[in-house]
């Protein structure tokens, strides 16, 4: 090859445009797409989603949207939310500024049985308890509470909600979760308790310490039975 063809070779190949680089499946994802992944992964841990914030800026862009911190569920303090107690601040709080329904449920078991402050437990409960995606633990806490503090109509209407949208062996399973979520919180047996478990006793017809069966009259006084002494 003389030296002509390989410069007019050389100038051809300068010539040519340089081929576009293709973008990552992640960047071409949308962004609430990104912010669903997001919201999967920090189900069981903070840790890999700041992992994914070190390793992709694009992800590190969506974790300031709304719905993540909104969407995020945060399962490992559902089930134990003496976990958060000291830790996870920064999280619990953006959560709880875009009204994270899983945030609000732990602030509230936090709140009322950790802390004895019940009024705002109480208001954090009823947070869960009323959001679009409810938590059907806080339905159920939100309902006892009020049952046991003598607010019958507004406890049975939570209790009887979280059955007509479910049945009796999911209200059973929120209560097994509850109890595991109140695992090592020391709690009073509250005088106003029992004071309304008095209250609510059914006709002598139902036999009270039959906790399996149950009819209209005694299904609520057997609940708050298990929620009074069975903690």
């Known amino acids: 090859m003389t030296g002509k ?3 007019s070779k050389l100038r051809q190949h300068q010539a040519k445009p340089r081929a576009t680089e293709k973008s990552t499946p992640l960047d071409a994802l949308p962004r609430d797409v990104i912010s669903k992944i997001i919201g999967i992964v920090g189900q069981t841990s903070r840790a ?34 003496l976990l ?28 009322y049985f950790y802390y004895d402050n019940t009024i705002a437990g ?14 059907n633990e806080a ?21 009887d909600h979280l059955l007509r949208n479910t049945n009796e062996s999911v209200v059973e399973e929120c209560w097994e979760k509850i109890k595991t979520a109140l695992h090592g919180i020391g709690i009073l047996r509250k005088q106003e ?17 039959d906790m399996k069966n149950t009819c209209e009259k005694c299904f609520h006084y057997k609940l708050m039975v298990k929620f009074v002494f069975m903690m």
């Open 139 to 159: 339905i159920y806490l939100t309902g006892m509470i009020n049952l046991c503090s003598g607010e019958f109509e507004i406890g049975k209407k939570h209790i």
């Open 193 to 209: 308790y029992i004071n309304s478990l008095w209250a609510m006793m059914p006709p002598y017809m139902c036999n009270i310490n």
């Open 48 to 81: 890999d989603v700041s992992n994914c914030l070190l390793t992709c800026k694009e992800i590190g862009k969506s974790v300031d949207d709304v719905q993540v911190f909104k969407k995020l569920e945060l399962r490992m303090l559902q089930r134990q939310p």
């Open 5 to 7: 063809q390989r410069a």
């Open 84 to 111: 958060a107690v000291g830790n996870y601040t920064d999280l619990m709080m953006k959560c709880l500024i875009h009204a994270n329904p899983s945030a609000h449920y732990v602030q509230g078991v936090l709140e």
């Open 122 to 135: 109480l208001h954090f409960l009823e947070k869960a308890a009323n959001a679009p995606s409810p938590i």
